[in-house]
């Protein structure tokens, strides 16, 4: 006999979302090796004590660009949905399970206006890299290829070396292309 599926949807239960994200999660490992504390110091230069509204703490803008990164999440708009929809990253990032998420505007306008013409995003970066490669969370040690047919150039004697752009700095392009073409989508200026 078919049983009827339950809707339990509605139910309340008392739980914590640590509760809820494994022990074994990527995201778990990142919060307890990385120490993400020298951001503020980094950053504090650019934010205005007590004037405006309240900001995104710097810390909370950098790891979600890490989830971005990370995740091969490319736009920011995307990013606000998962961060909305994924019990990990709202674990990381501090939230429980009723706070607002970030609108992706003022991630955008973080990662495009506070830090413009700086090199505060790279450093960061960088820091959380060999932060990162210390424990052995990463290694560089991963090949990728493209399996493109192409003509080989196998003269010993005449090969060309060209530096390559660096992976971040390529996905935060992607992520100004796809604003770019978000903001074009709904009418909205560069």
Avoid: C
């Amino acid at each position: 006999m078919m049983g009827r599926p339950v809707n339990a949807r509605h139910n309340r239960q008392m739980v914590s979302i640590d509760q809820l994200v494994p022990q074994d999660h990527f995201l778990r490992y990142a919060d307890a090796y990385i120490d993400f504390s020298f951001i503020e110091e980094i950053t504090s230069s650019f934010y205005q004590p007590a004037s405006g509204r309240q900001s995104i703490p710097p810390i909370t803008l950098f790891k979600m660009l890490f989830i971005s990164y990370w995740y091969g999440i490319r736009s920011e708009r995307q990013l606000e949905k998962e961060i909305q929809t994924n019990l990990a990253y709202r674990w990381f990032l501090g939230f429980d399970l009723t706070t607002p998420v970030p609108d992706h505007s003022t991630i955008s306008y973080s990662r495009k206006k506070r830090f413009h013409e700086t090199t505060v995003m790279a450093d960061i970066f960088e820091a959380i890299v060999k932060q990162a490669m210390e424990y052995r969370m990463v290694s560089g040690r991963v090949l990728f290829t493209d399996s493109t047919h192409i003509k080989a150039n196998a003269n010993k004697n005449k090969f060309i070396r060209e530096a390559k752009p660096e992976k971040v700095i390529a996905h935060f392009e992607l992520l100004e292309q796809a604003a770019n073409e978000d903001r074009i989508a709904h009418g909205k200026k560069n």
